[in-house]
T-cell receptor, first 113, second 109 residues
């Protein structure tokens, strides 16, 4: 069974640009969660999608958004990038919810210059 | 004060030693995860607990709901166990996942 796939693995953007990250969950998994990891703040929950609906959201500004498609693939978008958005963005999938075992992708490392 | 506290922050051990990493939390939870993160960023979920104890190979995780405390034990530690171990809880009221700051473990041969 293929694991969670995140693309791209690395991304360099400049301030003010926008970026879209992609996550393909394990086949059969319907819950996809997104996390941001920075050296200063550690891991923080961004949002969770289930059956194309956002089920929960962390404390991030509206510049961070996401969506989930009918095949459970998910995208995350960050608009008007700021230097502080430089981070490792991780996606995790699970069968039904974050109360199940989560399977993480390798992450997308975003650098904002 | 963080809602999820881990101790110690850093841990070094000799190969073969028994290791304990602690996690305390201050909120009501529906579940607790132990995660392992190797250099390069990849995260592996080790355990998901809501009560009691779980064992997988040389790893044992326990949780005491009344004391709001969980421990991760590694028996017969090995250099390949060197990683950051992260505790995360699901807040029962908000359903949000809250992470601890991690424990960096280095096991030397």
């Amino acid at each position: 069974k293929a694991g969670v796939t995140q693309t791209p693995r690395y991304l360099i953007k400049t301030r003010g640009q926008q970026v879209t990250l992609s996550c393909s969950p394990i086949s059969g998994h319907r819950s996809v969660s997104w996390y941001q990891q920075t050296p200063g703040q550690g891991l923080q929950f961004l949002f969770e999608y289930f059956s194309e609906t956002q089920r929960n959201k962390g404390n991030f500004p509206g510049r961070f958004s996401g969506r989930q498609f009918s095949n459970s693939r998910s995208e995350m978008n960050v608009s008007t990038l700021e230097l502080g958005d430089s981070a490792l963005y991780l996606c995790a999938s699970s069968l039904r919810s974050r109360g199940d075992i989560q399977y993480f992708g390798a992450g997308t490392r975003l650098s904002v210059l | 004060k963080n809602e999820v506290e881990q101790s110690p922050q850093n841990l070094t051990a000799q190969e073969g030693e028994f290791i304990t990493i602690n996690c305390s939390y201050s909120v009501g939870i529906s579940a607790l995860h132990w995660l392992q993160q190797h250099p390069g960023g990849g995260i592996v979920s080790l355990f998901m607990l809501s009560s009691g104890k779980k064992k997988h190979g040389r790893l044992i995780a326990t949780i005491n709901i009344q004391e709001k405390h969980s421990s991760l034990h590694i028996t017969a530690s090995h250099p390949r166990d060197s990683a950051v171990y992260i505790c995360a809880v699901i807040n029962y009221n908000t359903d949000k996942l809250i992470f601890g700051t991690g424990t960096r473990l280095q096991v030397f041969p």
